[in-house]
Nanobody, 124 residues
Framework: QVQLVESGGGLVQAGDSLRLSCAAS????????MGWFLQAPGKEREFVAA????????HYAGFVKGRFTISRDNAKNTMYLQMNSLKPEDTAVYYC?????????????????WGQGTQVTVSS
C-alpha cells in the first residue's frame, strides 16, 4: 500500500501559477500509475491528469491541456501538478491518487489510493 499527502494549494488570482505536490510513503511511488482529480463545490469529482509509473506517458482532461503539466520524481517519491494561467473555474479541492495497474487512466473508480485533498481557490 501507499499513503498520499497533497500540498501546495492556496488562494491566487486569475492568470497566476501554482504547483501542487503529492508526497508518497510506504511502497515506492514508482510502483504505481498516478493521477490528479478535482472536486468543485456541489459537483462530482472529475479527472484532471494522469501519469505512468516511470513518467514516460501522460494523459490530460481537455479543459487543462496547454495550461497544466503533470510530472513525477520517483527518487523523491513525489508527483507534481504545475498549473499555469489559472481560471476561477479551476477552483476546487485537488486530490492525488494512485493505482496498482499499468495503464494511464482517467476514471476515478480504477484508482486504489487517495490523498486528503488540497484547496485551490482562484479569484477574478
Amino acid at each position: 500500500q501507499v499513503q498520499l499527502v497533497e500540498s501546495g494549494g492556496g488562494l491566487v488570482q486569475a492568470g497566476d501559477s501554482l504547483r501542487l505536490s503529492c508526497a508518497a510513503s510506504g511502497r515506492t511511488s514508482g510502483s504505481y500509475a498516478m493521477g490528479w482529480f478535482l472536486q468543485a463545490p456541489g459537483k462530482e469529482r472529475e479527472f484532471v491528469a494522469a501519469i505512468s509509473r516511470d513518467g514516460d506517458s501522460t494523459h490530460y482532461a481537455g479543459f487543462v491541456k496547454g495550461r497544466f503539466t503533470i510530472s513525477r520524481d520517483n527518487a523523491k517519491n513525489t508527483m507534481y501538478l504545475q498549473m499555469n494561467s489559472l481560471k476561477p473555474e479551476d477552483t476546487a479541492v485537488y486530490y492525488c491518487a494512485a493505482r496498482n495497474g499499468f495503464g494511464v487512466v482517467g476514471v476515478g473508480a480504477l484508482y486504489d489510493y487517495w490523498g486528503q485533498g488540497t484547496q485551490v481557490t482562484v479569484s477574478s
